[in-house]
Structure formats: C-alpha cells, structure tokens
C-alpha cells in the first residue's frame, strides 16, 4: 500500500492551470485516505465556479492511480469548508507574492 507521503507527492504533480501552482500547495486537498487499493480523496477548488475544475479532478485521479499500489481513486469534491488562501503553504504565498 502507498503511503501518505507518495499519495501527496502524486497530487502535487497536478498543477492549477491558472495559478501554475500545484493543488497540495494551494491547499485544495482537505482529505487523503487509502483502503486497500482505492484511494478517497476530498478536496476543493479555489471558487465553486473555478472552469478547471474538471481538468484538476481529471488530473489528480490519473496521478493516484499511476501509483503501483492504487487501482481506483475516488475524487470527491466538497465545498465545505470554503477554500481561502490562508489554505495555502508559505511557498505558494511566495510564488504568488502574498506575504
């Protein structure tokens, strides 16, 4: 079974298109769970209306199912609690110059 490390490191292959940042950074990934070979992901987009959404739900299932020991991952997007930037890590605060 992968563990935690590998399953994050695979999201932050999957990079926002309009904020060329990737979507662990940004704190879009709330939730990340591994049951056998199904991986369950929660997460959010930067707005509800975000037009990457299916492109970054597409993206970050084809990353974890590369990984030898995943056969399915399960992408659920949730809305609750909202994303705000205080979401993201001091790197992508800096990419982005918001300090």
């Known amino acids: 079974m ?3 490390v ?3 490191d695979a999201l932050k ?6 904020l060329m940042i990737n979507i662990v950074d940004l704190g879009l990934v709330y939730e990340v769970a591994q049951q056998e070979r199904v991986v369950n ?4 987009l930067t707005s509800p209306a975000c037009p990457a959404g299916p492109q970054i ?3 970050a ?3 974890l199912e590369q990984l030898e020991d ?3 991952a399960m992408i659920k997007l949730v809305m609750s609690p909202p994303w ?3 979401r993201m890590t001091d790197d992508a605060r800096d990419q982005l110059g918001i300090f």
Do not use: G, H, R, S
């Not at 992901?41 to 959010?44: A, K, L, S």
């Open 2 to 4: 992968a563990d935690e």
């Open 6 to 8: 590998q399953l994050i």
């Open 13 to 18: 292959q999957v990079i926002d298109p309009e």
């Open 41 to 44: 992901v929660e997460m959010t």
């Open 57 to 59: 739900i597409q993206q």
């Open 61 to 63: 299932k084809m990353a």
């Open 70 to 72: 995943v056969d399915t």
């Open 84 to 86: 705000t930037p205080e």
